[in-house]
């Protein structure tokens, strides 16, 4: 039993050292968890009740020790009156694993589901007023909305399933296409606002399937302005800036976000950032937190395909282009979209340790962040 106690003095004192970097909650509750349960299983009968007791003045730490108003997930943010925004997928378009992989970048995702990543994707969620709003609306739309659901138990189910409407930034697969769940075969949603630009409501609503979703009145579109802000309640705003992006079908944009506190910017797709005519690090200095675009983490990621074809600005790239920033500056930066190639999918691989020893950030799925 002493061994045991001494593994649970060990993992308390790990987490109150964690908790005070801003470690991600749930990756701390699971670990003590797993110990706990090591230990109750290990422990004699009579003194069953003492690791149980640990459990629960730990769990109370945990529950106080997140100081940081705006920090990462935990249970009790979503129960606060401010609005956050939640992300629901870190992957680019194809998701994680891709499709047909059968190299290392996915051999273990196919035989570990757990590890599975879903399409790039954030939730807006006011708890005050019951609202959420999708920025994109990938195919992995069925497990995003039940993910939403588990992290917004209260929301009133205005709507949609809850849904308030949905931004797209452009009309690549990964973007849009999660759409069908709420045409007539599926959801039979009722004229929610799919909020697009011109050239993108152009698309839906003269190609099928997507032009049924607007004929049955199953979707409702909205157009947006470059620059123009949309007011989605009294406390959040959402404003699209666009960018440049191979744009075949449609526009593309990225997504400003201020609500009463602190504002984030969600680009998760752009060219390279020399082509495009805003400067980011203006950008990225006017608001609180930046979800950018991470599809690759350098050049030679994809050895059988010409990568100019593909242009993203590498995650390297976009660290040496901050790299005279300020830690501040640096520590906004959330790179997201990552290809089933990108390394950082993996926590512990040398280019996750690159990234954050430089000050910068990786987001994760269920990250939150309050507005
Ligand atoms: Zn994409
Ligand atoms: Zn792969
Ligand atoms: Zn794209």
Redo the contacts with the bound molecule.
């Keep these: 039993m002493s061994l045991s106690l001494y593994r649970i003095s060990q993992t308390l004192r790990a987490i109150s050292q964690e908790t005070n970097h801003h470690f991600h909650n749930r990756r701390l509750v699971n670990r003590l968890q797993i110990t706990i349960r090591y230990s109750i299983e290990k422990t004699p009968l009579p003194h069953k009740y003492i690791p149980i007791a640990i459990l629960a003045i730990a769990t109370l730490m945990l529950g106080c020790a997140d100081t940081d108003p705006s920090s990462n997930a935990s249970s009790a943010l979503s129960k606060s009156s401010e609005p956050f925004v939640a992300v629901l997928g870190i992957a680019q378009?194809a998701g994680y694993p891709q499709a047909g992989c059968a190299l290392d970048c996915c051999r273990e995702v196919w035989k570990n589901p757990s590890l599975r990543q879903h399409a790039t994707c954030l939730a807006i969620v006011d708890p005050i007023s019951h609202e959420r709003w999708l920025l994109e609306c990938t195919p992995d739309f069925k497990d995003q909305l039940k993910l939403l659901n588990q992290l917004d138990s209260n929301n009133s189910k205005k709507g949609i399933n809850g849904l308030s409407g949905i931004f797209l930034t452009?009309a690549?697969i990964?973007?849009y296409t999660g759409l069908i769940h709420l045409g007539h075969e599926v959801m039979g949603a009722k004229e929610t606002p799919v909020h697009v630009m011109p050239r993108m409501a152009e698309f839906l609503r003269t190609s099928g399937p997507w032009s049924q979703l607007v004929d049955y009145k199953n979707i409702e579109l909205r157009i947006l302005e470059n620059r123009k802000p949309v007011k989605l309640n009294e406390r959040i705003t959402v404003t699209p800036i666009q960018v440049p992006?191979?744009d075949e079908f449609s526009e593309?944009v990225a997504f400003r976000v201020d609500g009463p506190n602190r504002s984030i910017l969600f680009l998760p797709?752009i060219d390279k950032w020399n082509r495009w005519n805003e400067n980011v690090e203006t950008i990225v200095k006017s608001v609180d937190r930046a979800y950018v675009d991470g599809t690759f983490f350098g050049d030679g990621e994809l050895p059988n395909r010409p990568m100019d074809q593909i242009p993203h600005p590498y995650i390297v790239e976009t660290m040496d282009r901050f790299e005279s920033a300020p830690q501040s500056e640096r520590a906004k930066i959330h790179f997201i979209h990552f290809n089933h190639t990108n390394p950082v999918h993996n926590p512990n691989s040398d280019a996750t340790k690159q990234t954050t020893e430089a000050g910068f950030n990786i987001a994760r799925q269920n990250d939150q962040f309050k507005l």
């Design positions: 378009d452009h690549h990964g973007h992006h191979r593309t797709d």
